[in-house]
């Protein structure tokens, strides 16, 4: 199967911006996303980015994506310690219904 | 409210035993999929379901087994051929739409066997 990568752990001090990156396989994928885990809970969407555009902001959250690389990332601007968890790029592929999720990034966000 | 549920949150299971994990879903989605993870390997795809009584095996699906008898209810079944079962599990669904699929997620199942 397609493999979305990402890498596995990153910190930050608080106020700082975190870029979280992650990288994916199919070229066809219509839409990326990236979920947020809190610890012992379900993902919650952040934010998604249409494959034809190539950034996307939504207050503290830019989202940056290189087609031609295949290479996306999440950018949070002044990381608060609520903004530690577990997040996960995902594609989904034009015609079929499956998700496919990278790996996670866990980000601890140091007081 | 819509959402998804999942129940129990924690679950604890006798080896060789069977265990059914709920997952139910009141947004009129027609997709359903159960995913398992395991630290440091995020999500894998165990089954996942694009209509009533029909579903598909995804990426780790040995020792699950998955039915959709109606479209708000997927429930897994973890039996006894799983070999390593304790993990975090998540149900989610979704609508069928090639536009656009966000998934949606219940707040899972933690599975410990003993």
């Known amino acids: 199967g397609e493999d979305v990568e990402q890498s596995l752990f990153l910190s930050v001090r608080e106020g700082d911006s975190s870029v979280i990156n992650c990288t994916y396989t199919d070229s066809s994928s219509t839409y990326l996303y990236w979920y947020k885990q809190e610890p012992g809970a379900g993902l919650q969407l952040l934010t998604y980015i249409f494959s034809n555009m190539d950034m996307k902001q939504d207050q503290r959250l830019t989202v940056l994506l290189n087609k031609k690389d295949k290479h996306l990332s999440l950018r949070i601007a002044d990381t608060q310690t609520g903004d530690s968890a577990i997040y996960f790029c995902?594609?989904?592929?034009?015609?079929?219904?499956?998700?496919?999720f990278g790996t996670g990034t866990k980000l601890q966000v140091i007081p | 409210d819509g959402g998804i549920t999942q129940s129990p949150k924690y679950l604890f299971r006798k080896e060789g035993q069977n265990v059914t994990l709920s997952c139910e879903q009141n947004l009129n989605h027609d997709a359903m999929y159960w995913y398992r993870q395991d630290p440091g390997q995020g999500l894998r795809l165990i089954y996942y379901?694009?209509?009533?009584?029909?579903?598909q095996k995804g990426d780790i699906a040995e020792g699950y087994s998955v039915s959709r008898e109606k479209k708000e209810s997927f429930p897994l079944t973890v039996t006894s051929a799983q070999k390593n079962p304790t993990a975090f599990y998540l149900c989610?669904?979704?609508?069928?739409?090639?536009?656009?699929?966000?998934?949606?997620f219940g707040q899972g199942t933690r599975l410990t066997v003993v």
């Open positions: 379901s694009q209509i009533v009584n029909d579903f």
């Open positions: 989610a669904s979704s609508i069928v739409d090639t536009e656009n699929t966000e998934a949606f």
């Open positions: 995902a594609e989904i592929f034009g015609g079929y219904q499956k998700v496919t």
